[in-house]
């Protein structure tokens, strides 16, 4: 069975099912449609499985002209129905994997997709699980499900796991030229998988195990959130200290070996590094092992929206202004620049924190013109909240608070015409402008 399926991939004669077409997923779609497979898009959502049989992407680093030419070719489909995992020589599972209100990992999206795979499992498959989670998931919580449905891994079915290097917006690093880390839950297992990605990304890293391939992935944005705590406290550090930290990160950045810079900045947004390492802590604390440098990171870097809440108040007091009854523009609320996704962004638990204190809280962004349920579900009391109307009246507030420092954003106006800014990306340095009132910097 594992020459033979290695043969199929190896033709393309294979028939590929991606669940979940998000940000992930729909790019695997067009690499595996564009190496020559025949590929369906499972997901649930309706919409995208719409927009993607009709050739319109909604995924901004995929161009609608890439789905066109395996569409015409008769090679591209898209579905809701799961019956189609039936059909499939490997399915890749690229599901969600976010965290429940007690910061826990919520494992249902894989669960139910797991479930579905066995529910309509045949000899002859492989499956691969792309989604970020803790080390033991695909041997403790994929393969048990799919043996329980009679099947024998590494000899009838292949089970792998293989971590998304998906960077939103990169233009350099697309999902066919960064390296592909790979594990398989057999040696079998690891050989089927290798050749199917081979057909489709130009490199492929094996490793061990499917737990060693979870762990690398939780190391790479660990690695990140770690390091940005730690240059917030270096931030809180030289505030004490009266020291620029800004200009501290950037001499510092001239050593050319043994360090890389990171910024200060008002908390940690996004899907990925504020969640994933808390998989790994999570899944140590099962084995009564506390993650202190993960548990320590996460609280410090939670806690720089209430610091920077602290620096707003106490630059309205040095203008003799009380947080209360202060119009406080946020300038950016995207989880970071250039993007429109507000998933965990700090400016949410910010304007939350000032209004909670009075503040009459306003909000401007190039990319988001409203807070919508998606990216402020863990806010849900914004929902709704619609973004000032260009162009913002910068001196019609009392402090203007640069969280996310779109490069469209209209720097020297705002520095012209604001009467206070608290500055936590040093946007202005940046942008190689100087303010006539007074500016405060994390
Ligand atoms: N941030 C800082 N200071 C920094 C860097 C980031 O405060 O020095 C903040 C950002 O503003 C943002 C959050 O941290 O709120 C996360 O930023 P990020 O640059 O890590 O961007 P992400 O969340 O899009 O991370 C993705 C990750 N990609 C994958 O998981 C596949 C990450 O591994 C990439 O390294 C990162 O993109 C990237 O390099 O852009």
Partial sequence: MQRSIIEK??????????????????????????????????????????????????????????????????????????????????????????????????????????????????????????????????????????????????????????????????????????????????EACLEVAKTLYEQAIDRVVPVSSTDAAEMVKLLENTFRAVNIGLVNEVAMMCKRLGIDTWEVIEAAATKPFGFMPFFPGPGLGGHCIPIDPLYLSWKLRTLKYQARFID????????????????????????????????????????????????????????????????????????????????????PSLIGMKAVTAPVAYDGYDAVVIVTDHARTDYARLAKESKLIIDTRNALKKAGVTATGLVVRL
């Fill in 296 to 379: 320590l990171a996460d609280s410090i870097n939670s806690g720089m929206p209430d610091h920077v809440a602290v620096l707003v108040a106490d630059a309205l007091n040095e203008q003799g202004k009380a947080v209360k009854g202060s119009r406080i523009l946020i300038s950016g609320v995207a989880y970071k620049r250039d993007i429109s996704d507000l998933r965990e962004s700090p400016a949410l638990e910010l304007i939350e924190h000032l209004r909670r204190r009075g503040a009459d809280v306003s909000f401007d962004d190039p990319f988001i013109p409203v807070l919508d349920e998606h990216g402020a579900d863990t806010h």
């Fill in 9 to 186: 991939f190896k033709r393309k004669d294979a028939h590929v099912v991606v669940v979940g077409i998000g940000y992930v997923g729909l790019p695997l779609v067009v690499e595996f449609a564009r190496a020559g497979f025949r590929v369906t898009g499972y997901d649930k959502d309706p919409s995208k499985v719409t927009e993607l049989a009709a050739g319109r992407s909604y995924i901004a680093d995929v161009p609608s002209s890439d789905l066109q030419g395996p569409l015409k070719e008769g090679r591209l489909f898209a579905t809701t129905d799961p019956t189609v995992l039936g059909t499939a020589d490997a399915v890749i599972v690229c599901v969600p994997t976010p965290l429940n209100k007690t910061k826990d990992p919520d494992m249902r999206f894989i669960a139910s997709a797991t479930q579905e795979i066995a529910q309509h499992l045949h000899p002859g498959l492989c499956v691969v699980l792309e989604s970020t989670s803790y080390p033991g998931t695909t041997r403790e919580v994929v393969a048990p499900r799919l043996q329980a449905a009679g099947a024998k891994l590494g000899e009838d079915v292949f089970v792998a796991f293989s971590p998304e290097r998906v960077d939103p917006g990169n233009e350099k690093w697309k999902t066919r030229n960064t390296p592909k880390v790979l594990g398989g839950i057999t």
